[in-house]
Structure formats: C-alpha cells, structure tokens
T-cell receptor, first 116, second 113 residues
Framework: GAVVSQHPSRVICKSGTSVKIECRSL??????MFWYRQFPKKSLMLMAT?????????EQGVEKDKFLINHASLTLSTLTVTSAHPEDSSFYIC????????????FGDGTRLSIL | QQPVQSPQAVILREGEDAVINCSSS?????VHWYRQKHGEAPVFLMI?????EQKGHEKISASFNEKKQQSSLYLTASQLSYSGTYFC??????????????FGKGTSLLVTP
C-alpha cells in the first residue's frame, strides 16, 4: 500500500517553456503532499508543502510564482515550473504521507527536468 | 534546521558493519531513515518516535537516544544491495503547513564484493 505515482519521469525542453509535474497518491488520500528538489549527489531540499484545498506553503528562498503548486484533490498535487530556464534543471520529487506527523513519507519516482 | 549526518561516505566490503549517525542541537519529534539508490526515489526504512527506542531487525536497525537529539542507523553484515545514500529526516512543524521533513546531507554507502 501507500503508492505514490509521479509523472513524467523525464522532461527535456527549451528555455522559456512551462512544465507541469503530477504527483498522485494511488491507494490512499493524501491531505498533505511535499515537493522536493535534489541536485546531483546532494540532499533533498524541501520546496513546499501542499495542502489539499489551500495554498501551498513555500520554504524560504523558493519563488512561489516560479514554482506553482496546486493540490486540487486528495490524490493529486501538481508542480508547474513556469518559464523554465537551465538553472531550473534538477530532479524533482514529490512525497505524501497518510496523515500529519510521525508518519513515513512515500515518494514518487521523481522527475528529471532538463532545460536546454 | 537541517540535521547533521556522519560520516559523509563509507566504503565497505560485503559482510562488514557500518554505523551512520544523525544529530540535532534540539530535541526532535521523531527521526526518519531513508535509503536512495542512484536515479531513484528515496525508500522509507524506519521511523523512531521515542527517546531510548531501538527498532529494526538483525541486519538493519536504528536507535534514538534518550534526549531525542541523536539517532544511529546500524547496518550489520552488509550486502551489496545496501549500497546507496542514506538520509535521516527530522520533523518540523509549522502553523501554516503542519509537519514536514528536513533531511540531512546524506551518507553515501558503497558495499564492494
């Protein structure tokens, strides 16, 4: 149980394009989902916490207009990288937990974004 | 606040043991341990909630000290499949967003034949 699906797994696109990444909890309802960014051989950096039906909470230094998050249902959160540039190239991973606090986080397989 | 992990990297021969540490300057709600293989998503290993707790099985286990400021992950008689990067995560709470995890910088573990 507790499967999280992330799509697409790989995106290569031109500078200036907006890219949408989907994160779905397949067999459970996720009130909260999390979006991370990971650079090669680095740690997972929390970008934002996405709560169903409300605005996402962004970590310090993360541009909310650049990284749009929508959590329209209990099983789907989306991250849109708007007007992407080469410096936005990274590995983006979402996760979800069954409930708030003291629960394992279940990760999607990640999306490798490459902006040319 | 990001937890501090040590060591940064470990190279083992199959069958050897390793210990990975995770510490914080403040008492923690809980500690999570994850393993990530190259190009893949992190996989949950275990979570510790109580001071003094020990968890896991014979091969992979973890402890949480009484003050809830340090956790250690123990890998016993390592196997090739143990290779990967191990992250500890500590929970933080925010009034707007609720609970979230701060991850350490990771410990890269390589098990060789």
């Amino acid at each position: 149980g507790a499967v999280v699906s992330q799509h697409p797994s790989r995106v290569i696109c031109k500078s200036g394009t907006s890219v949408k990444i989907e994160c779905r909890s397949l067999d459970f309802q996720a009130t909260t989902m999390f979006w991370y960014r990971q650079f090669p051989k680095k740690s997972l950096m929390l970008m934002a916490t996405s709560n169903e039906g409300s605005k996402a909470t962004y970590e310090q230094g993360v541009e909310k207009d650049k990284f749009l998050i929508n959590h329209a249902s209990l099983t789907l959160s989306t991250l849109t990288v708007t007007s992407a540039h080469p410096e936005d190239s990274s590995f983006y991973i979402c996760s979800a937990s069954l409930k708030q606090g003291n629960q394992p986080q279940h990760f999607g397989d990640g999306t490798r974004l490459s902006i040319l | 606040q990001q937890p501090v992990q040590s060591p940064q990297a470990v190279i083992l021969r199959e069958g050897e043991d390793a210990v990975i540490n995770c510490s914080s300057s403040k008492a923690l709600y809980s500690v999570h341990w994850y393993r990530q293989k190259h190009g893949e998503a992190p996989v949950f290993l275990m979570i510790l909630l109580k001071g003094g707790e020990q968890k896991g099985h014979e091969k992979i286990s973890a402890s949480f000290n009484e003050k809830k400021q340090q956790s250690s992950l123990y890998l016993t008689a390592s196997q090739l499949s143990y290779s990967g990067t191990y992250f500890c995560g500590t929970e933080k709470w925010d009034s707007n967003s609720g609970y979230a995890l701060n991850f350490g910088k990771g410990t890269s573990l390589l098990v060789t034949p």
